[in-house]
T-cell receptor, first 112, second 114 residues
Framework: SQQGEEDPQALSIQEGENATMNCSYK?????LQWYRQNSGRGLVHLIL?????REKHSGRLRVTLDTSKKSSSLLITASRAADTASYFC????????????FGKGTLLTVNP | DAGVTQSPTHLIKTRGQQVTLRCSPK?????VSWYQQALGQGPQFIFQ???????QRGNFPDRFSGHQFPNYSSELNVNALLLGDSALYLC?????????????FGAGTRLSVL
């Protein structure tokens, strides 16, 4: 079963614009992670935010976490055509390095 | 430093057959997890192996089984294939007790069941 739900399901923007994707989940978590997937291939880890953190930055990525609302957002600033991919949030509950529960993903298209 | 490698890349089988997928973890990792990703969906956890034993299991039938070898590599076996088993199978590795809670994924094996 899917834990997270990403919103929107698809997003199309122009190069240079910012892209915001949201994720909601159902149960308590240890951490929430965002992954990128190009053309149905392997997943690339982008960023991890722990349950006691509220915001985290990595390059052009900004992630927020609101555990009271069980939601997270991923912001990609100054988007590039190479950012075109599917983005998934994944939650980890229970112990460390335990299973990840993924949402259905957001398909981001960045038009040049 | 080799990342997670999976073989084969693509596989075509017919209903009722059996299949074995293979995974070599990232150097230094000791834990391997397997995920199934149907078209248009997010990955779903199948099971995780640590110290050559299944540590966790998702909601998959017993037709799905696995193994971890002393060198930490792993196999996923699926018996009595169904059409619905067609998917991308992803392997992820991590280090239990390590400093980061990140799973590194391979490029996947795309299985088509005809």
């Amino acid at each position: 079963s899917q834990q997270g739900e990403e919103d929107p399901q698809a997003l199309s923007i122009q190069e240079g614009e910012n892209a915001t994707m949201n994720c909601s989940y159902k149960t308590s978590i240890n951490n929430l992670q965002w992954y990128r997937q190009n053309s149905g291939r392997g997943l690339v880890h982008l960023i991890l935010i722990r349950s006691n953190e509220r915001e985290k930055h990595s390059g052009r990525l900004r992630v927020t976490l609101d555990t009271s609302k069980k939601s997270s957002s991923l912001l990609i600033t100054a988007s590039r055509a190479a950012d075109t991919a599917s983005y998934f949030c994944a939650t980890e509950s229970g112990g460390s390095n335990y299973k990840l529960t993924f949402g259905k993903g957001t398909l981001l298209t960045v038009n040049p | 430093d080799a990342g997670v490698t999976q073989s084969p890349t693509h596989l075509i089988k017919t209903r009722g057959q059996q299949v074995t997928l293979r995974c070599s973890p990232k150097s230094g990792h000791d834990t391997v997890s397997w995920y199934q990703q149907a078209l248009g969906q997010g990955p779903q956890f199948i099971f995780q192996y640590y110290e050559e034993e299944e540590r966790q299991r998702g909601n998959f039938p017993d037709r799905f089984s696995g193994h971890q070898f002393p060198n930490y590599s792993s196999e996923l076996n699926v018996n009595a294939l169904l059409l619905g088993d067609s998917a991308l199978y992803l392997c992820a590795s991590s280090l239990t007790g390590g400093p980061e809670d990140i799973q590194y994924f391979g490029a996947g094996t795309r299985l088509s069941v005809l």
